[in-house]
């Protein structure tokens, strides 16, 4: 698919600022953009709309929700993000599912939720969870830091007559573990490249990270202070992007779904997050893992749920986030994807299918080692190098830049991962809510007394109320019906239908000898009737809903 601009490197904030401005100059009539946020370090979070404005308001239309970057290293997402929104922008008119998407439907974009973290992340050499903001007390234990001036923080090798590790005999680079009787021989700590404030000569204390502070754990619906769930912040929405991002959704009630794009590890990961999901409304799981699966196949991405597969401990377990809010509080359906899978292309098992009781962290290690050294750049990877450390003295550090190869790809494979995430997009975007009006008619009944008939429909995949978790929390709307006649006989000029189904929740299953069937379906189609009277030139009848969208049709009568 076309696009404006390349997704060969990862953008600073000027750049993405810049395109999104450029965007909305060259495609007016269906991009738009706002500031939601002035951040400390005076970037901007923003917020793009793309519809075709001349076949009505976004906000009269369903709409589909992406975003990126919550977390500061995880940058594909945002070039993820900004991928879809300029292929969007660029193939419309020439391509046929991304008109139909924009000239029914609005796709809210905020490309990068965390603009300070991500900037931080890609002009320093430091990692950080979401933000640089300091939310740890400062230490006096080691801290991360570029000792040896190459712009990355590698690993540093120590030795130590105590140290658990050796070096392999054969493999070069490599280590391996100590045995339990190694008595004799050279030994060694490994520790992140990095300096101590203060240093006893014998123990090397670890600081915290002092950007621990996460935005993906400080989202109302299950939160829980520091000493459950570090990097929480002090309340729920403290953070300014948290509040901005549920300021947006919440003010946007015609958001159908919500896909957020972090890194890494190549998976798709659906709500619930917080209970198994054999405890969730089936009717949702039915159409949740229906969606992942569209996701699957345009991806390659297993799809999997949170709690009862990425979960490592389900007394514990981690909450606060993104996708649970929206979900739990407004019965939104929202997917989490973890972009680019080194360990995939590697031939190592995630942790979620790795047998625990096997310890496999120096062949794992070996593997990306490999597969860096042949598909990275060369400055990706490097052998161990003496340095004279400050406070160590004579040490060595080397190893893999972890920001460009295991938490997100090497430049070259960048353009890939967007363009697939993109191609998930389109179809997702497609299958919101989405009413119709299949026909609308009036005969005259009696003397100057009229009967109009409309049939009204849902033909998009999800139902207008979207899920059963939004009947339960109120969240869902009914489709209102009206029409602008005046003097009604025997009812009101605007009729409450109640809730559309769609195609998603149709009982199919295999019938007698093998045959497949549709059983039963709750209804997808509705039709609505006035008695008036007064004849009038003609006649228009509309129908809303909040989720799918408002329709009018007119007949000369």
Same mark, same amino acid.
């Given at each position: ?8 490197? +990862?953008?600073? #904030? ?121 939310? +740890? ?24 007559? +105590? ?63 520091? +000493? ?100 739990? /509080? ?5 997917? /989490? ?65 972890? $920001?460009? /190869? ?85 009812? $009101? ?32 189609? $509705? ?5 008036? $009277? ?5 006649? /228009?009848?509309?129908?809303?809903? #909040? ?11």
């Amino acid at each position: 698919m076309n696009t404006t601009f390349s997704y060969d490197h +990862y953008y600073l #904030q000027d750049e993405v600022e810049s395109n999104v401005k450029a965007l909305s100059e060259k495609f007016p009539g269906i991009f738009s953009y706002e500031y939601l946020l002035e951040t400390q370090d005076k970037h901007h979070v923003i917020a793009v709309t793309l519809t075709n404005k001349a076949t009505g308001a976004a906000c009269d239309k369903p709409a589909f929700y992406i975003d990126g970057n919550t977390h500061a290293g995880e940058v594909t997402g945002m070039m993820a993000a900004m991928h879809t929104m300029d292929a969007l922008a660029t193939n419309y008119g020439s391509d046929e599912r991304v008109t139909f998407i924009l000239d029914n439907m609005a796709v809210y974009i905020i490309p990068c939720v965390s603009p300070d973290g991500s900037q931080t992340y890609l002009t320093t050499p430091y990692t950080l969870r979401s933000v640089n903001r300091p939310y +740890y007390e400062h230490g006096t234990g080691l801290e991360g830091e570029d000792v040896d001036g190459d712009g990355v923080i590698r690993m540093m090798r120590v030795p130590d007559k +105590y140290g658990a590790w050796k070096k392999d005999p054969e493999k070069k680079d490599m280590m391996v573990r100590r045995e339990p009787d190694d008595v004799s021989g050279d030994f060694f700590s490994i520790y992140t490249e990095g300096v101590l404030e203060e240093y006893d000569g014998i123990n090397v204390p670890v600081n915290k990270v002092k950007w621990g502070r996460d935005f993906n754990r400080n989202y109302p619906f299950g939160w829980f202070p520091e +000493y459950r769930q570090p990097g929480a912040g002090e309340y729920p929405l403290a953070n300014p992007e948290n509040k901005a991002i549920v300021q947006f959704i919440l003010s946007h009630p015609n958001i159908g779904s919500v896909a957020t794009n972090h890194t890494s590890g190549g998976i798709l990961l659906t709500v619930p997050g917080t209970y198994p999901e054999k405890k969730a409304p089936h009717a949702d799981m039915k159409i949740m893992n229906a969606i992942g699966e569209m996701g699957t196949k345009a991806t390659g991405y297993k799809h999997i749920n949170i709690f009862d597969s990425f979960t490592v401990d389900q007394d514990n377990y981690s909450s606060g986030a993104f996708d649970d809010y929206c979900y739990e /509080t407004q019965g939104i359906y929202a997917i /989490t994807l973890e972009l680019w899978n080194l360990d995939e292309r590697c031939g190592v098992k995630h942790f979620w299918e790795a047998d625990p009781k096997v310890d496999t962290t120096v062949e794992d290690f070996e593997k990306r080692m490999a597969w860096i050294n042949e598909n990275a750049e060369e400055s990706d990877f490097v052998s161990w190098k003496p340095f004279d450390h400050p406070q160590f003295g004579k040490v060595e550090i080397g190893g893999f830049n972890y $920001k460009f /190869t295991v938490q997100n790809p090497p430049k070259k494979f960048l353009a890939e991962e967007c363009s697939k995430i993109t191609a998930f997009m389109m179809r997702w975007a497609a299958a919101m809510p989405r009413l119709v009006i299949d026909s609308f008619t009036v005969t005259e009944i009696g003397v100057d007394v009229y009967k109009a008939e409309a049939v009204v429909s849902n033909a998009g995949f999800l139902p207008t109320y979207l899920s059963e978790n939004a009947k339960k929390l109120g969240t869902a709307k009914p489709v209102q019906v009206s029409i602008d006649a005046e003097d009604f006989v025997s009812c $009101k000029q605007t009729q409450d239908i109640g809730d559309l189904s769609s195609y998603a929740l149709c009982n199919t299953a295999e019938h007698f000898y093998g045959n497949i069937s549709t059983l039963t379906c709750d209804p997808i189609s $509705k039709k609505v009737t006035w008695i008036f $009277k007064g004849k009038k030139p003609e006649l /228009t009848v509309t129908a809303w809903n #909040q989720k799918a969208g408002k329709v009018s049709k007119t007949v000369k009568v």
